[in-house]
C-alpha cells in the first residue's frame, strides 16, 4: 500500500522544510491563486453553475490534491475539460446529479490509483486526447458566442448545429457594447503580460473591463443579472439520492473520472518536464479520487490538475506541495472578503476569458500535425473531435478508447508473425545440418488474441512433411489466454497428424504461463527448450524414436 500510495508532501516534510523553502513556496502559491481567480468563477458559470462554486472548488480540491497528491508543484481545481460534462449532467439531473456524479468519480478515481492503473492512463493515445480536447475548445467557443455579441436569447440548443443556427437568426440584435468589452477583454489577457508580468491578464481583464462599465453605465449583463445573489461563504451540504437511480450516474461518473486522470497525469508529466522530477501515477490517482469525493459536499464541481496553472506555479519558484495549499488559501481569503463583487464582472468579460482558454486548450497546431502523420491516428484524432463536438462528450471518450484499442491491436497483430527460418551458416555454426523431417519456424510478437487466429491458420498450413517442428519463440513476450487456447487447438491438431513440436527460446515469463495453464504438460517439459542448440538436439532425439517406432 506504501508504494501505491505515498504523498509528496510527506516526503518533502521527512526529508525536511525550511523558512526558504517556505518563502518559495508562498510567492508561488499567490499568484498562482491570483491567476485562478478569473478562471475559476469563468469555468463555473460556463459549466452552468454559479460562480462561487468554482473558487469553492479551486479552494477545497487545491488544498486536498497538493496534501495527497503524488507530484511536487500539481495545482488542482475546475478546468475548462470538464465544462461539457458539467454542463450536460446539470442539464439532465440538476446539481444533485452532478454531486452524485462526481463523488462516485472519485471512488473510480481511488480504484485506478489502488490497480495501480497510473502507468496506463499516461499512454492513453495523445490523437484521442488532442481529438477531444480541441472538440471541448470548439464547443466552449460555440457556448460563448451568446454573452460575446450580447444576445437576448432565452434558451440556445444543446447540439452544436442547432446553436450556430439561432445564432445567425439573432444576429440583429447585437449588443456592440458586449462585443467591444469581449475583445478588449481578450487583447488584456493576451497581450497586457508584455507590460504587467507580475499581474495575470485575465485578472487585470477583469477588473479594467468591469470598473470601464460601472463609471460609464454601460448596459450589458452581469453576473448579477444572470445569477442573482452569490454566496461569500462555504457551507456543507448533501445531496438527495434515490437509490434507484444510481446507475443512472455511472457513465457520467466515468467520463468525470477518465477526464480526471487524464488532465491530472498529462499535468504532472508536464512538471516533470520542467523540473527533472518524477511523480507518483497512482498516489496522484488516489488524491484526485479523494478531492472529488469531498468537493461536492461542499458546493464543489469536478476537480482535476491544471497543466497552465501548475506550470504558472513552477515558474514563480514553487518548491513542495505547499504552495498548492497557499494557492487554495488565497483564494478563500478572497472568496470570504471579495466575493461579493464577483456579482459585477460583465458576462461577456468571462465570455472573453473563455475564448482565450478555449484557443489554448485547443492545441490547434498538434492537431494539424497528427492530421499529416498516420493514417490510423488521423482516423482516432477525427473520430473523437466529431463525437465530442456534434455527439457527446462521454461517447466520444468510450468510442475513441475502444477505437484506439482496435487500432492498436490491428497494428500489433501486423507486427506479431510466424514464418520458416532459413538455417544459414551463422545459426548451425555449430551443427552440421538438421535431419531430414524437421523444420524451423520462428513466431515473432506477443501470441496474443489479436494475432492468435493468425498464428493458428498459418501452423496449420506448415509442417507438410515434417516429423518434428521446432517453433523459436525468443520474440514472444508474453502470450494470453486466447493464444493459450489457439495454442492448445493446434498442439492437438498436429498430434492428430503425428507431429512432434519442440519450442525453442522461450522466456520464463512465457514459460511460467506454460507451466500454469497445463500446455507444458500436453507438449513435455523436455521439449520445452531455452536456446535452440537444446531444441536441434531434442527434434534429432524424437525423430530417432519415430524411427524405431515404425520399424518396430
Known amino acids: 500500500m506504501n508504494s501505491i500510495f505515498k504523498p509528496k508532501l510527506y516526503v518533502v516534510l521527512k526529508q525536511g522544510y525550511n523558512r526558504k523553502l517556505f518563502q518559495k513556496d508562498l510567492f508561488a502559491g499567490l499568484m498562482v491563486g491570483i491567476v ?29 490534491i497538493s496534501i495527497f497528491g503524488g507530484s511536487r508543484f500539481q495545482i488542482g481545481g475546475p478546468t475548462g475539460t470538464f465544462i461539457l460534462i458539467v454542463y450536460g449532467i446539470l442539464q439532465k439531473y440538476g446539481f444533485d446529479g452532478l454531486m452524485i456524479s462526481t463523488i462516485l468519480a472519485g471512488f473510480m478515481l481511488v480504484g485506478f490509483g489502488l490497480l495501480r492503473l497510473g502507468v496506463i492512463i499516461k499512454f492513453i493515445p495523445h490523437p484521442l486526447v488532442v481529438g477531444f480536447t480541441s472538440g471541448i475548445a470548439l464547443v466552449i467557443f460555440s457556448a460563448e458566442i451568446k454573452e460575446v455579441f450580447g444576445l437576448q436569447i432565452s434558451r440556445i440548443p444543446d447540439e452544436f448545429v442547432g446553436k450556430w443556427v439561432t445564432y445567425f437568426t439573432n444576429f440583429g440584435q447585437i449588443n456592440y457594447n458586449a462585443l467591444a468589452i469581449t475583445v478588449a477583454t481578450i487583447l488584456i489577457s493576451v497581450y497586457s503580460g508584455k507590460v504587467i508580468r507580475k499581474m495575470p491578464g485575465s485578472l487585470l481583464a477583469i477588473i479594467l473591463v468591469t470598473a470601464a462599465v460601472l463609471l460609464f453605465k454601460l448596459p450589458v449583463q452581469t453576473i448579477q443579472s444572470a445569477f442573482k445573489e452569490i454566496p461569500n461563504t462555504i457551507s456543507f451540504r448533501l445531496p438527495h439520492l434515490e437509490w434507484g437511480s444510481l446507475r443512472d450516474f455511472i457513465q457520467p461518473a466515468f467520463t468525470i473520472a477518465m477526464l480526471g486522470a487524464i488532465e491530472s ?36 464541481i469536478p476537480a482535476t490538475g491544471s497543466v497552465a496553472r501548475t506550470a504558472t506555479n513552477i515558474k514563480n519558484g514553487a518548491r513542495t506541495p505547499v504552495s498548492g495549499i497557499v494557492h487554495a488559501f488565497t ?8 466575493g461579493k463583487w464577483f456579482t459585477l464582472i460583465p458576462m461577456a468579460c468571462l465570455a472573453g476569458i473563455l475564448i482565450t482558454v478555449a484557443y489554448n486548450m485547443s ?60 538455417i544459414d551458416t551463422d545459426i548451425l555454426e555449430n551443427y552440421s545440418s538438421l535431419p531430414k523431417g524437421v523444420d524451423v519456424y520462428e513466431i515473432t510478437g506477443p501470441f496474443f488474441f489479436g494475432a492468435a487466429q493468425s498464428y493458428k491458420e498459418t501452423l496449420n498450413e506448415i509442417a507438410g512433411d515434417s516429423k518434428v517442428l521446432i517453433l523459436r519463440m525468443r520474440y514472444v513476450p508474453f502470450i494470453d489466454s486466447t493464444g493459450i487456447f489457439t495454442f492448445r487447438e493446434v498442439i492437438h491438431d498436429f498430434r492428430i497428424r503425428k507431429v512432434t513440436i519442440v519450442l525453442s527460446g522461450v522466456r520464463p515469463e512465457v514459460r511460467e504461463t506454460l507451466v500454469e495453464c497445463g500446455l507444458a504438460d500436453i507438449i513435455g517439459y523436455d521439449l520445452i527448450c531455452d536456446n535452440f542448440g537444446e531444441a536441434v538436439k531434442k527434434a534429432s532425439e524424437e525423430l530417432e524414436k519415430k524411427r524405431l517406432f515404425r520399424f518396430k
Not at 267 to 291: C, F, K, P, Y
Not at 366 to 387: E, N, P, Q, R
Open 36 to 64: 485562478m481567480l478569473p478562471l475559476a468563477i469563468a469555468f463555473a458559470v460556463a459549466s452552468g453553475v454559479s460562480p462561487e462554486k468554482g473558487v469553492v472548488t479551486a479552494v477545497i480540491a487545491g488544498i486536498v
Open 331 to 338: 483564494l478563500l481569503l478572497i472568496l470570504l472578503v471579495f
Open 363 to 422: 492545441e490547434w497546431r498538434s492537431f494539424v500535425a497528427i492530421l499529416k502523420g498516420s493514417k490510423y491516428d488521423v482516423l482516432v484524432l477525427l473520430t473523437a473531435f466529431f463525437l465530442t463536438v456534434f455527439v457527446d462528450l462521454t461517447m466520444a471518450i468510450e468510442l475513441g478508447m475502444v477505437f484506439s484499442a482496435m487500432l492498436f491491436m490491428q497494428r500489433m497483430s501486423k507486427l506479431s508473425n510466424i514464418e520458416s527460418v532459413n
Open 265 to 300: 497525469l498529462r499535468s504532472a508529466l508536464v512538471a516533470d518536464g520542467m523540473t527533472s522530477g518524477n511523480h507518483r501515477s497512482n498516489t496522484e490517482l488516489v488524491a484526485q479520487g479523494i478531492a472529488n469525493i469531498l468537493t461536492p459536499f461542499f458546493g464543489g
